[in-house]
């Protein structure tokens, strides 16, 4: 008994010991991380040192890019014993914001993150979560609710060729309010306030994103069915988009919507319309509503248009933005030419 209750102790030890050896190993692995990429910084990086959480402590972490800087007076990334694989990340309620060089108080009401991955595929991330409630900036109420859930799917033979990876996304945000950060020095667009989304959306990569690498850049995307609300505008949005060989947008956009004029406006802002020509349309709404969707090109099914409700098929091909067969300007550039 006395033998068995002393072998128990010492593998406690060593477990103990482990335990601490290897949250110490990955404060220096993080340390380096953080060093080594100039769009991250932290005052401190500390184990954790939680009997039921494994991982790190963070003080003061600070994320940069061009467009914006985020600084945190903590954050803790963990996962437990029981499931390895998944990485949780608890953040304060308060944070700071810096747009356009000035700096403003970001809070939330609550927020929750997730990261699972994937063993058997090169330890890639399977599935991410994303989720924030009651954000305010400065005060003003900024969004109700933002909720990203991302989760690694198979490539299939439709996928664009330069595509190694696939992601399948549920997108909702509501509540959100662009001219709060319109005021904080932030272009984001003319867009009516609130803007709301949600739906579904295929993201295709050109590589399997890995921690301490740039950003893979995005090569196509599609939705069978996204829902985008900017105040009195609602327009519902199917198709299928990749870059071609000169970063152009390629593929086919259908937007649905019982409000044609500001179909055509929210389409412009969305540069899917030169703006030159988005008077020129109005006239001819009604026969452009009318043209059947382009069905060769691998994209989604594009369902008829509901009772009262307008389609307008929007065409991207051999650099030109056609409409009802008639080409109405140069393509627009792809949405992540620039991800990189």
Known sequence: MRN???????????????????????????????????????????????????????????????????????????????????????????????????????????????LRLAPLNRMAPDRLTLVAQGLALDGQPLADSISVEARLGRLAGSAPMEARTAYDIDLSAAGVQLQVLARAGFDAGPLPDPVAVDGQLRLWLDRTPEAGEAPPAIVGWQTPGLVLEAGPIQVRVVGRVTRDADGLAEGQVVLYSRDADRMLDL???????????????????????????????????????????????????????????????????????DVR
């Open 4 to 114: 068995a209750v002393i072998g128990a102790v010492v593998l406690v030890a060593i477990g103990a010991g482990g335990w601490i050896w290897g949250e110490s190993r990955l404060a220096e692995g993080a340390r380096a991380w953080i060093a080594e990429d100039p769009a991250l910084a932290a005052e401190a990086v500390q184990p954790l040192r939680n009997a039921g959480r494994f991982g790190l402590r963070l003080s003061k972490p600070q994320l940069s890019d061009p467009a914006l800087q985020l600084s945190l007076p903590w954050a803790e990334a963990w996962v437990s014993p029981l499931t390895p694989t998944t990485a949780r990340l608890d953040l304060p309620q308060q944070g700071q914001l810096v747009l356009a060089g000035q700096a403003h108080d970001l809070t939330l009401s609550s927020s929750d993150a997730m």
């Open 267 to 337: 389409a412009s802002e969305m540069g899917l319309i030169p703006g030159q020509v988005r008077l020129l349309l109005r006239a001819g709404l009604a026969q452009l509503a009318q043209v059947t969707p382009e069905a060769d090109l691998h994209g989604p099914a594009y369902p008829e248009p509901q009772e009262g409700e307008l389609r307008l098929p929007i065409l991207m091909r051999d650099g030109q933005l056609i409409l009802a067969g008639v080409p109405v300007g140069p393509a627009p550039a792809f949405a992540g030419q």
